[in-house]
Every structure is written in structure tokens, then in C-alpha cells.
């Protein structure tokens, strides 16, 4: 089955500690994206991919990184720089210019 | 970015009853999009609307692009528990990729 998979689905780090997500789909989609979720506050862009070797800075980039080293693949990599990192965090992909997004099941970051 | 405000905020209904919630937006949108979220699970898309105007189903599920191109509503009609979850709408920003989504709405079913 085609989809997007993202681990672990639980995920705990220590405050200071740098922590990357994998997010990998097989669905061939163009483009990826990283959002993240609070209580209350709908979903937040982080940042996408439109195509491989390529990624934009969406509302809340700061204190995150990421890479499309390949197609299949998004990582996303929170660091120490980010003030409050603990949310749900949820990757999409989606097959390019106006098409809706595919979620994946998300990760819960805490971090103490 | 564009501001899409939900409303309601939270629905807390009896089964049977049919659900009505709507999505506003500050700039006129080519596309709205409708998803829902299960506790802890990802958001799946319900609806996908495309044309002013236009009006779709799913099952129990209708939604509506409105006519100005800046608001698109959502109904369900003879609810079920399992209709529980947070429906979102979604628009599409500036650059045609992303999606900017509104706050939700929770919505809470009782048998």
C-alpha cells in the first residue's frame, strides 16, 4: 500500500538535545511538507519540498532544519535553537503545484 | 498569509443530528479542501472543491464552495460516533504548494 510513514510515533529528548523525524512516502509525489500542531492551534507550515534539493521556509521555520536528499524521503531535524519543541509534528506530501496533501500518521515530540 | 477562520470552534451534538460548520477566508481562494483528524492520527482528506459554487458529497458528507470564493461549508447530515475528530478547512497559499489550514472544529458525537 501506498503512504506516508513517519517514526517513531513517540519520540522524548532531553532539552538541548538536537533530534531529527524521518518521514519517507512511496506514493512518487513531488513535493513534502512539514507542519506542526499544538492544542487549539490547527496546523502550522514549517517547511517544504517542492522538488528534490530543494526546500522553502514556511511560517515557523526557525529552530528547524531539513534536507531532500532524495525523493522519497524529508527529514526534519529539531534543534536546540527551537524555543517550545515539543508538539505533533506532521508530514505530508503531495504530487506538486495544487494538489491536496497526504498526512502521515505524525510524531509526538516531547521534550524535558 | 491568508487567515481562514473556523467556526465553530467545538460542536458537542447527539447522534442523528445532522452538523453544519463553515470556514471563512481574508483573500479568495481556487481551492478549499476539507480534512479530518482522529485522536493522534494524521488528517485525511474528506472533500476536495475546485469551482465557485460547486457543491459536493461524500457519503453523509456535503460541502460547498461559496460563491464569493472566500468561504466553503461543510455538513453532515444523520451523525455517528464515529464522526468524532476535528474537521479542518484548507486553502491553498501564494505559491500553489502548502496548504494554509484553519484552528478546526472539534466535534463530539454522544450514541
Known amino acids: 500500500d501506498g503512504g506516508i510513514t513517519q517514526s517513531p510515533k513517540y519520540l522524548f529528548r532531553k532539552e538541548g538535545q538536537n533530534v531529527t523525524l524521518s518521514c519517507e512516502q512511496n506514493?512518487?509525489?513531488?513535493?513534502m511538507y512539514w507542519y506542526r500542531q499544538d492544542p487549539g492551534q490547527g496546523l502550522r507550515l514549517i517547511y517544504y519540498?517542492?522538488?528534490?534539493?530543494?526546500?522553502q521556509k514556511g511560517d515557523i521555520a526557525e529552530g528547524y532544519s531539513v534536507s531532500r536528499e532524495k525523493k522519497e524521503s524529508f527529514p526534519l531535524t529539531v534543534t536546540s535553537a527551537q524555543k517550545n519543541p515539543t508538539a505533533f509534528y506532521l508530514c505530508?506530501?503531495?504530487?506538486?503545484?495544487?494538489?491536496?496533501?497526504?498526512f502521515g500518521n505524525g510524531t509526538r515530540l516531547t521534550v524535558t | 498569509g491568508q487567515q481562514l477562520n473556523q467556526s465553530p470552534q467545538s460542536m458537542f451534538i447527539q447522534e442523528g443530528e445532522d452538523v453544519s460548520m463553515n470556514c471563512t477566508s481574508s483573500?479568495?481562494?481556487?481551492?478549499w479542501l476539507w480534512y479530518k483528524q482522529d485522536p493522534g492520527e494524521g488528517p485525511v482528506l474528506l472533500i476536495a472543491?475546485?469551482?465557485?459554487?460547486e457543491l459536493t458529497s461524500n457519503g453523509r458528507l456535503t460541502a460547498q464552495f461559496g460563491i464569493t470564493r472566500k468561504d466553503s461549508f461543510l455538513n453532515i447530515s444523520a451523525s455517528i460516533p464515529s464522526d468524532v475528530g476535528i474537521y479542518f478547512c484548507?486553502?491553498?497559499?501564494?505559491?500553489?504548494?502548502?496548504?494554509?489550514f484553519g484552528k478546526g472544529t472539534s466535534l463530539l458525537v454522544t450514541p
Open positions: 519540498s517542492q522538488i528534490v534539493n530543494d526546500f
Open positions: 483573500s479568495i481562494f481556487n481551492t
Open positions: 506514493l512518487n509525489h513531488d513535493a
Open positions: 505530508a506530501s503531495s504530487k506538486g503545484y495544487n494538489s491536496p496533501l497526504h
Open positions: 484548507a486553502g491553498p497559499r501564494d505559491s500553489g504548494y502548502a496548504l494554509n
Open positions: 472543491l475546485y469551482k465557485a459554487g
